[in-house]
């Protein structure tokens, strides 16, 4: 159990990460930028990653149910 823990924090970590960098090199954050300012443009780009990233494994497992559902069957 708290290895399923330690890797969910490290994938959080790592989500945040990526937002920072996304955020600075598109230059909403940039020197003029408050600790405050970066703060809340990581958590709402971290939420909104997440939940992208949830949204396309959901549209990845209703293609694929639909398309298990959908297979022609053999006719002997």
């Given at each position: 159990?708290g290895k399923?823990?330690?890797?969910?924090?490290?994938?959080?970590?790592i989500?945040?990460?990526?937002?920072?960098?996304r955020?600075?090199?598109?230059?909403?954050?940039?020197?003029?930028?408050?600790?405050?300012?970066?703060?809340?443009?990581?958590?709402?780009?971290?939420?909104?990653?997440?939940?992208?990233?949830?949204?396309?494994?959901?549209?990845?497992?209703?293609?694929?149910?639909?398309?298990?559902?959908?297979?022609?069957?053999?006719?002997?």
């Amino acid at each position: 159990m708290g290895k399923i823990i330690t890797y969910i924090i490290y994938f959080l970590i790592i989500v945040a990460v990526y937002v920072l960098i996304r955020a600075a090199y598109t230059g909403s954050i940039n020197s003029d930028t408050t600790i405050g300012e970066a703060a809340t443009e990581v958590k709402n780009g971290s939420v909104e990653t997440i939940r992208d990233m949830k949204n396309e494994a959901m549209q990845a497992i209703d293609n694929a149910t639909s398309s298990n559902s959908t297979a022609p069957t053999q006719q002997n």
